[in-house]
Every structure is written in C-alpha cells, then in structure tokens.
C-alpha cells in the first residue's frame, strides 16, 4: 500500500458511508492494530474477531471469553492483543496461533485495558470503582496508580503517547499526570471550577502533543501535552472546547484523526459522529447513522481519513468520496459524453517519429532516468517520530491457508489422511497448551464486591435513558446467564 499516493489535498476526513462489516455476532468494541491493517472486534458472545482490513475480509475468530467483551487494546508490534470481559477478566491473547498467553482475574468488574505504547510487558487495567492498576506481564505482579480522592474512585486512566505517564480524571473534574516507572504524581490540575465534572475519557492523538477530555458538562477540551507538563499556571487552559452548541449533545467515546488534525466524537443518544478541525474548533462533518440506533463504539483508522463506529451491532465504515479524476493522471485526457471516431496521425504510434528532426530536451533527460526499486524507504506515516526505522518485527497481516474446494483425483486419499491427523496431532498438542495459561488472581484491596459491569447494567435497567444506550440486547444477557 503506497500511502504517498493515498494522501488528498483536499480535506482528510471522512464524508460518506461507506458499508459494514458483520461479525454475525454482536459487535461491542473496535480497535485497529497501529497501521491500520488489522482491525480487531470485541463481540457479545466473548468472541473476537480480526479483520484484514485491506480486503474487509475475517482473517481469525479467537473464542476469547464467555461473556461479552468490552476492552481492547493491541501491543505496539501487533503480534498480541489485551481484551478484557464483564467476567472480570484480563486475557493477553498471541494473534497468530491465537492462544492464550496470559490470564489475570479481578475481584470486580474491568472497564478498560491498555498495552503501554512502547513497553508490550506492561498493561494498564482499570477496574470498576477502584484505582487503574499497572499490571506486569513478565512477573505477574501489579502496582497500583495513585488517586487523588480516596472516597472519589470513578477513575478513568490512559498513557500518554510515549508511555512515559499515565493520566487519570475522576468524577470530580481532576486529572492526576503520574510517572510510569515510580508512579509519582507529576502533576495536576482541575478542568473546571464546578465540582460535578465527571472525566468520561481521555486520549491522546497519535501525531503531535494533543489530548482531548471528554466530560459530563458535554464539552471536549483538547490540551496541549508540552503546555499542560511545562506549563507554571496550575490550571491550564484548553486549546479548544468543542461541543455541540444546538442539541447540547452527551458524548459516548472521542478519537483523534490519525495525523492529529481532526476530532470525531460519537453522540451518545443517536448514531452520529461530529468532526471539528482541531486548529480552528470548527465543525467540518456530521455523519449520521440509522435513525432509532445508539453508538457503542468510534475509532479512526490510523494512517487514513477512514472511521469505524459500531451501532446495534454492526460496524459502520465511513470514508471520503471517491471521485474518478482522470485528467489528474494525464493532463491532455479528454472526458467525452459519447463516441467520438478519432483520425490517427500517420507517424503517432511509429516507434521513431521519422518526420521529426530534433529531439527535445526533455526526451533525452527522461531516457537517463534510472528508477530506484530496490532500495526500501521507511513510510513516514508508520514510524513515530523519535524513530528512524519501521519496526521489523511488526506484524502488519495473518497468513491465511487457501481453502482447495475441488482437488485433483489422485491427490484426495494421501491429503485427506495426512491434515486429518495433523489437526489431530495439532489438537492434542494445543490442549496441554491451553491448560498452562495460568490465571493470576490480582488482589486488590477495598474492591466492590457486588459491582455489575455497565454494559450488563445498561441491558438489565429499565430506564428509559439507559436502555436506549444498548438497543436490543436483552436476549444476549440471558445468553451469559444461562
């Protein structure tokens, strides 16, 4: 994929819907890998599905859990994925054998899982009513991230871009910067003056030093990383406050443009996604879904103007408009309504043009013109930008076997044996595997016992305003009762 010739000069963000992608089950959560190739999808059957996203096609089904899951979060490389379930649970799944390589269990239910951007041994958990946990996947062991309210524990906690610090926000509008090595806060400060100014989430854009934070007063205030760490004043100002002056809409979930340009948040009472231009806070797009649909989930493709949301199940894809522009490619292409019977000139597809005498220089300079095809460049929209090199051990696709529907005659008996005991051999290899992924129960003090997971919540409350959050779910609660 050359992503130089998928640059537009024009707007780089999405204006048209452009189809879905069906996992048959329900679809709960997205994330993309961190090039945008694979695309994975938490189901509410506990099953995860990976796409390959270049061709929409599923790569793998890894039945994860049993219960819905409601997290993920790819390693830097992409050759693991965190998923968390509302049955407590944290699994660390290796994608191409799909196997399990880490379990950890919770006394309470998880909300969100984070792979630390550059260190693949380390994930962030943050559990229901209870301080985000660092937890190592090397020891086993766990670290807890300082609060700043001990009775205040609605805690919604992210790293930074780098991995370097970790940002936690309460229901009380403070957001704590605490350093990942020691886990000593850095600093804070207080997004409003008002007291009731719940963070509802926290990210950051992938280029450039910009994190956004969404809020219950409905509004995103996006800030500057270097103005917010180095900054003298104690409560910094925003660099925009984006919201939606009209209908004065709650926002369910927000994410950056893959350069950083851009911020789409999702509505949390209909399926529609607002973008605004970062620079000026001005709304560029509304994208509107089905009517009668609530949104679960948004995330933007990391290297183009795509974004996937997910609404009653289903994953929605929006994408620019592709317009057919042949004259971009040759400037003398002439668009003709209808046939048009064209006169040949006599020397036009002569190899050497014997009525002309002299050469122009352009035509000697292009002959001298050697190609370099051999020679790899570093995509810049893949590296980061303290790296040189794209990652070399970086896995971009899934190998896929090819399904033989009709092999040859003598070729049946020998083939038709040999993967019937292989996937034998493979079975009984893959069960003692299964059966050493320990489960590494983390203790934590003080956790709610008695905590329901809001996406079971949600389904199982008869209010009006909650269950219009999860639209025709009931069912698949009884489905992970049963």
């Known amino acids: ?57 599923i790569a793998k089904i890894i039945t994860a859990h049993v219960h819905p899951v409601c997290s993920l979060s790819w390693s830097r490389n992409g050759s693991r994925l965190a998923s968390t379930s509302t049955d407590n649970s944290v699994s660390v799944w290796d994608i191409i054998s799909g196997e399990c390589e880490h379990r950890f269990r919770f006394p309470s239910p998880v909300l969100r899982v984070q792979f630390n951007p550059r260190d693949s041994g380390e994930m962030l958990v943050v559990p229901m009513r209870h301080a985000a946990v660092v937890v190592s996947l090397n020891t086993g062991g766990h670290r807890l991230v300082p609060v700043d309210d001990e009775t205040d524990l609605h805690i919604f906690a992210s790293y930074d871009r780098r991995g370097r610090h970790i940002f936690t926000g309460n229901s009380k509008g403070k957001i704590l910067i605490v350093d990942t090595e020691n886990l000593g806060v850095v600093k804070q400060f207080r997004l409003t003056q008002t007291v009731s100014n719940a963070v509802k989430g926290i990210e950051f854009s992938r280029r450039g030093e910009s994190f956004l934070v969404n809020t219950a007063d409905r509004v995103i205030r996006v800030y500057s990383v270097k103005e917010v760490m180095e900054g003298v004043e104690t409560d910094p100002e925003p660099l925009q406050k984006l919201q939606d002056l009209v209908n004065k809409t709650m926002w369910k ?48 493709h990391p290297v183009r103007p795509i974004v996937a949301s997910i609404s009653s199940g289903v994953i929605s894809l929006w994408a620019q ?56 460049a570093p995509i810049p929209a893949f590296c980061s930008s303290d790296e040189e090199d794209e990652d070399s051990t970086a896995l971009l696709y899934l190998p896929i076997a090819p399904e033989v529907e009709e092999p040859e005659d003598g070729f049946i008996p020998d083939q038709e044996e040999s993967p019937g005991k292989r996937v034998a051999e493979q079975k009984e290899n893959a069960s003692p595997k299964k059966k050493r992924t320990k489960t590494v129960d983390i203790q934590l003090e003080n956790a709610p016992q008695d905590e329901v997971h809001p996406l079971l919540h949600k389904t199982a409350s008869k209010d009006r305003g909650t269950s219009k959050k999860l639209q025709g779910r009931p069912s698949n609660k009884e489905k992970g009762k049963s």
């Open 1 to 57: 994929m050359n992503l130089e010739l998928l640059e537009s000069f024009g707007q780089n963000y999405p204006e048209e819907f452009d189809g879905s992608l069906d996992c048959i089950s329900m679809a709960v959560t997205c994330t993309f890998n961190r090039y945008g190739t694979l695309f994975a999808v938490g189901c509410n059957d506990g099953r995860i599905v990976i796409w390959d996203f270049l061709t929409r096609g």
């Open 253 to 300: 979930k927000c994410c950056f443009s893959g350069d950083g340009e851009y911020v789409c948040a999702g509505s949390a009472r209909q399926h529609a996604l607002y973008i605004w231009e970062k620079s000026v806070g001005n709304l560029v797009k509304i994208l509107h879904g089905t009517k009668g649909e609530t949104l679960l989930d948004v995330v933007w």
């Open 321 to 376: 408009q592709q317009v057919e522009n042949w004259s971009a490619f040759a400037p003398d292409f002439k668009e003709l309504d209808e046939n048009v019977d064209y006169e040949e000139r006599e020397s036009e597809f002569d190899k050497e043009d014997e009525d002309r005498s002299v050469k122009s220089d352009n035509e000697e300079l292009d002959l001298e013109v050697d190609v370099d095809v051999s020679t790899k």
